[in-house]
């Protein structure tokens, strides 16, 4: 059955913005790939220290496959495919959903961890300002301050539009626009939460 005009354009714009945020990591990956070809200490330290946690076989030489699967591992995802599949608005809400909604910054800060959406939402309508973030298949519930440990305004309209919900509003507009502005906040920082030295590794 074909798709109404207006269906076609929605589908078009999401199209277009999960292009955007696939430019960024694919941009992030050729500047890896610069990083790993002049052997700078702390990319290869990482891409070394990736390769063997995920058991990938470490290339005689490095190509932009394997830099696309190493800045997605910086951003919380398994490898470039789980990055695709989730920044497309693709994956299911039961499915693993990344990390890119924390920071090991926020271990710091009191929040709130649930293996349910339902008991995350339970536990967000005893009140107070509280932000829903999907991490990997658990649901964590951060505060104000969690948000902008992610380098993020808690006061932005696109969370009155998520409701602050980043499960719920899994692949809308608002989370999309959400999703630049974290992987802007994530620039240069290598992995995400971590200076890239071996003692933090």
């Known amino acids: 059955m074909p798709l109404s005009p207006s269906k076609e354009i929605a589908l078009a714009s999401s199209q277009v913005a999960a292009s955007e945020l ?10 890896r790939l610069n990083d790993l070809a ?4 702390d990319a290869m330290f990482y891409a070394r220290w990736i390769s063997r946690k995920r058991r990938w076989d470490l290339p005689v030489s490095w190509k932009l496959a394997h830099a696309l699967n190493i800045v997605s591992t910086e951003l919380g995802f398994q490898d470039w495919a789980h990055a695709r599949r989730v ?3 693709r994956a299911q809400l039961t499915d693993d959903l990344g990390g890119l909604w924390y920071d090991l910054r926020c ?3 009191l929040n709130s ?7 995350a939402r339970s536990f967000c309508r005893q009140g107070g300002e509280r932000f829903l973030f999907p991490f990997a298949k658990q649901i964590v519930v951060g505060d104000e ?3 902008r440990m992610l380098g993020l ?5 696109l969370w009155k539009e998520t409701g602050n919900d980043l499960v719920a509003s899994y692949g ?5 626009a959400l999703c630049s502005a974290r992987l802007a906040a994530t620039r240069g920082r290598l992995p995400i939460g971590r200076t890239p030295t071996a003692r933090n590794l």
């Open 145 to 147: 301050n969690f948000v």
């Open 172 to 176: 809308t507009r608002a989370w999309r």
């Open 113 to 119: 961890w649930f293996s349910t959406y339902a008991d």
């Open 38 to 41: 002049n052997q700078v200490p």
């Open 107 to 109: 271990q710091f800060l």
């Open 22 to 31: 696939l430019r960024e990591v694919k941009i992030r990956a050729r500047l």
């Open 153 to 157: 305004d808690p006061t932005s309209s």
């Open 87 to 89: 920044l497309e608005g």
